[in-house]
């Protein structure tokens, strides 16, 4: 994959998911800004991480999965025949739900990464762990500990872990899917806090079920919402679908959407 940088990191033009024969998100249209943090909301099933999977291409390890319509990162179709899954996921990282470090020293969490990318030298090894700790606020509280187990650390340390394991091969773009629901309120404001330094760095896209963390952090806001249909034999069909993409600030003062404002007052969800 080159290098085309412009405005938007993503381009999403009438993407649809499916899982099998069912869809699963529909008809997407969207545009993701560089280096801004975008957050994805919406009532759970309404696809926000099954969208967020689609820029990577995570959902390509779920079997019968399958992505129609145009996915575009840096101008370039991702789905195209000639792109390498593995550089995409490595261009575009994924930081989890649950936070899983590898049970490996804090260290080797880290260089597992560059050593699969062909860094041998322990010199260069010991730079880039220590600078993707210290980018993801961790180097102080672990610089004594390396060779303890990753395992061993807090939640909310781990999950910081996971970043610094992510940024260690040097993406693009930073996933975050419901990076802080296993997290207590002050590891939760932690990470807040980190997404806001790397984002001059990165781009950074978040699926969250928490509107106050959506506020708090991101520049703009996606709402996904649920369509549901009776089939033959009273079977319901249900699919996710985009409502509306805006600036934050304007998403939670003044939605286009009677749909997102209803969302938004706990109505639903």
Same mark, same amino acid.
């Given at each position: 994959?080159?290098?085309?940088?412009?405005?938007?990191?993503?381009?999403?033009?009438?993407? &649809?998911?499916?899982?099998?024969? /069912?869809?699963?998100?529909?008809?997407? &249209?969207?545009?993701?800004?560089?280096?801004?943090?975008?957050?994805?909301?919406?009532?759970?099933?309404?696809?926000?991480?099954?969208?967020?999977?689609?820029?990577?291409?995570?959902?390509?390890?779920?079997?019968?999965?399958?992505?129609?319509?145009?996915?575009?990162?840096?101008?370039?179709?991702?789905?195209?025949?000639?792109?390498?899954?593995?550089?995409?996921?490595?261009?575009?990282?994924?930081?989890?739900?649950?936070? &899983?470090?590898?049970? /490996?020293?804090?260290?080797?969490?880290?260089?597992?990464?560059?050593?699969?990318?062909?860094?041998?030298?322990?010199?260069?090894?010991?730079?880039?762990?220590?600078?993707?700790?210290?980018?993801?606020?961790?180097?102080? *509280?672990?610089?004594?500990?390396?060779? $303890?187990?990753?395992?061993?650390?807090?939640?909310?340390?781990?999950?910081?872990?996971?970043?610094?394991?992510?940024?260690?091969?040097?993406?693009?773009?930073?996933?975050?899917?419901?990076?802080?629901?296993?997290?207590?309120?002050?590891?939760?404001?932690?990470?807040?806090?980190?997404? $806001?330094?790397?984002? $001059?760095?990165?781009?950074?896209?978040?699926?969250?079920? &928490?509107?106050?963390?959506?506020?708090?952090?991101?520049?703009?806001?996606?709402?996904?919402?649920?369509?549901? *249909?009776?089939?033959?034999?009273?079977?319901?069909?249900?699919?996710?679908?985009?409502?509306?993409?805006?600036?934050?600030?304007?998403?939670?003062?003044?939605?286009?959407? *009677? *749909?997102?404002?209803?969302?938004?007052?706990?109505?639903?969800?």
């Amino acid at each position: 994959m080159t290098q085309v940088l412009g405005a938007h990191a993503f381009e999403l033009r009438n993407m &649809n998911v499916y899982y099998g024969d /069912k869809l699963a998100v529909k008809d997407v &249209n969207l545009s993701i800004q560089r280096q801004k943090i975008t957050a994805f909301i919406g009532p759970s099933g309404c696809g926000k991480s099954t969208v967020l999977r689609s820029l990577n291409r995570m959902n390509d390890l779920i079997p019968g999965a399958r992505v129609t319509g145009d996915v575009r990162f840096q101008q370039q179709d991702l789905y195209a025949p000639n792109i390498d899954p593995v550089e995409v996921r490595r261009r575009i990282g994924m930081v989890f739900q649950k936070p &899983n470090p590898f049970p /490996k020293s804090i260290y080797d969490n880290i260089a597992y990464g560059p050593r699969l990318l062909g860094v041998r030298s322990r010199h260069v090894l010991d730079e880039i762990v220590e600078g993707s700790l210290r980018r993801a606020y961790l180097w102080d *509280e672990v610089k004594d500990d390396l060779k $303890k187990s990753g395992l061993a650390l807090s939640g909310g340390q781990q999950q910081r872990l996971c970043i610094a394991r992510t940024v260690a091969v040097e993406p693009e773009v930073i996933l975050m899917d419901e990076p802080c629901s296993a997290l207590d309120p002050i590891a939760t404001q932690a990470i807040e806090e980190l997404m $806001k330094e790397l984002v $001059k760095q990165y781009t950074i896209v978040i699926v969250t079920h &928490n509107m106050q963390q959506a506020q708090r952090v991101s520049d703009f806001t996606a709402f996904y919402s649920i369509r549901k *249909e009776e089939e033959h034999g009273g079977k319901e069909k249900r699919w996710g679908l985009l409502i509306e993409n805006a600036p934050t600030n304007k998403l939670f003062a003044q939605p286009d959407s *009677e *749909e997102t404002e209803r969302y938004i007052r706990g109505e639903f969800g």
